[in-house]
């Protein structure tokens, strides 16, 4: 049977790579709140709310969907954050199931593992999601993961395949994460070293496509060999750091907070505490072969923003 494709989030900048990838070989249509031109496949202006949701995958006979709408970067309003990302999923997920939806791919990340200074040295796919209910992003991770769990459960006949990236980078990537290295001094912090792991968005791309071509399924972290520390990210960028004590920072998280900044003091663990992910399960279960390692992913993202000094 020839697969059919719904991608939610269809024109993220993973959704249009990922559609247009998949659309020379297969049937592709995608939903998103915004249209763009780049892209080889129909996209509807559609919410992952909205309960017509079963009813377009119905018209487009789909098999597989790949859902990759989320908020990214939290709002002042976590009641709708919440809605859109959670109970956005539920819809997502019970529109698979009364359309007949043979395989989903859901996009969920590292930080559903939690911020926690108990953290293992590298995190595998069996230790416990415990995201942090004070930090929105990594929370609504962890009870999305939940709500797939219970969909495993009680609805065997629609496969899951998970993935939990760490910190993506690639040519056009811009988040919080890179607004660090943007600074003109690294942020660093008395007392922690929170390596981070680095996936190059093409090696993202890559993977979620041979999963959907093979139908695999399972829960897989994803990120390159290798973690490096703020230090060591600081002087690959030829940077100097700017080394602030816990209690310092989180006061001046305070008051980026009070000046209506997306952030605020709850995200310092999200800084002291990264989640170190293990990847031995992508490659050696899932059979993936990484391009670029860590080191390699943010040397290619340093050359290409033009960020070393």
């Known amino acids: 049977m020839s697969k059919r494709i719904l991608i939610t989030g269809a024109a993220g900048y993973i959704g249009h790579q990922l559609g247009n990838r998949l659309a020379q070989d297969f049937y592709v249509v995608g939903t998103d709140l915004r249209s763009r031109d780049d892209v080889n496949f129909p996209l509807h202006i559609m919410d992952i709310r909205d309960r017509g949701l079963a009813a377009l995958m119905k018209q487009h006979q789909i098999t597989h969907v790949v859902h990759l709408a989320s908020i990214l970067q939290a709002s002042k ?139 695999k399924h399972g829960i897989y972290n994803m990120a390159g060999d290798g973690a490096l520390t703020m230090r060591e990210i600081a002087k690959r960028l030829k940077k100097p750091t700017l080394n602030l004590s816990p209690w310092m920072l989180k006061s001046a998280l305070q008051v980026a907070k009070w000046l209506g900044r997306p952030t605020g003091p709850e995200q310092i663990n999200f800084l002291r505490y990264r989640p170190v992910l293990s990847n031995k399960r992508l490659k050696n279960e899932f059979g993936y072969q990484l391009q670029k390692t860590s080191a390699e992913t943010l040397e290619f993202f340093i050359e290409a923003r033009g960020l070393r000094r």
């Open 77 to 215: 309003d976590r009641a709708r954050d919440f809605d859109i990302d959670v109970n956005g999923t539920r819809n997502v997920l019970r529109a698979c199931i009364e359309a007949g939806v043979k395989h989903v791919t859901v996009t969920s990340s590292g930080a559903a593992y939690g911020y926690y200074p108990d953290n293992p040295e590298w995190i595998d796919e069996a230790d416990a999601i415990r995201g942090n209910v004070e930090f929105a992003y990594s929370d609504h991770k962890r009870q999305v993961e939940e709500l797939l769990a219970t969909f495993r459960s009680n609805h065997t006949e629609l496969q899951q395949l998970i993935f939990r990236p760490g910190t993506v980078l690639g040519t056009e990537t811009r988040n919080q994460i890179t607004g660090l290295f943007e600074a003109k001094r690294v942020l660093t912090i008395k007392g922690s070293d929170s390596p981070f792991v680095f996936i190059w968005d093409q090696d993202v791309l890559a993977a979620m496509e041979m999963g959907i071509r093979q139908d």
